[in-house]
């Protein structure tokens, strides 16, 4: 039997249940417009109680992909702007010989293309992978926690 520490009441709950019990998901449909016409697609909706908010307050959220964001707006632009402007200085030598700095340019920019690719990857998983260890030991931590319906005290065992 669990009691609480500040009251030493019984009447102690785990969070994680708590939490389970008093959030609720659901999937209402909302309406939009595309290309002029209406449309309807499936939103879903999470909402928690003021205890169950309490409880998860300290919850990692998962947040923007900073990286990624940085490189598809200021590195993959100039590199995809400057491949086509190397496959035009190909296309211009008309038949003729090729262009071997044009040719040896568009190659580089393309395997510049392909190894930030490879390193967004890397981030993006790595990342996600760090995340989910943080969300881990969160979880397990909030199902060793109990709230206390008498005082409202949140303690660890």
């Known amino acids: 039997m669990v009691t609480c520490p500040r009251c030493r009441a019984t009447n102690v709950r785990n969070a994680a249940v708590i939490v389970g019990e008093q959030t609720t998901t659901s999937t209402v449909t909302a309406y939009g417009m595309a290309d002029g016409k209406p449309v309807s697609y499936p ?4 909402s928690q109680t003021i205890l169950a908010q309490n409880l998860t307050a300290d919850e990692p959220r998962k947040g923007i992909n900073w990286f ?3 490189c598809l707006l200021t590195i993959m632009p100039p590199l995809l ?3 086509f402007a190397f496959c035009a200085g190909l296309e211009a030598s008309n038949g ?3 262009n071997i700095p044009s040719l040896i340019l568009l190659v580089a920019c393309v395997a510049a293309i392909i ?3 490879i390193i967004m990857s890397v981030v993006s998983k ?3 992978k760090r995340f989910n ?7 397990n931590l909030l199902q060793r926690r109990y709230h206390c319906d008498n005082c409202h005290n949140i303690f660890q065992l």
Do not use: A, G
């Open 126 to 128: 790595t990342r996600t």
């Open 43 to 46: 939103l879903t909706r999470t």
């Open 68 to 70: 990624t964001v940085i």
């Open 96 to 98: 003729n010989s090729i």
């Open 115 to 117: 190894v930030v690719s």
């Open 81 to 83: 702007v400057l491949s």
């Open 133 to 139: 260890q943080k969300h881990n030991d969160w979880w």
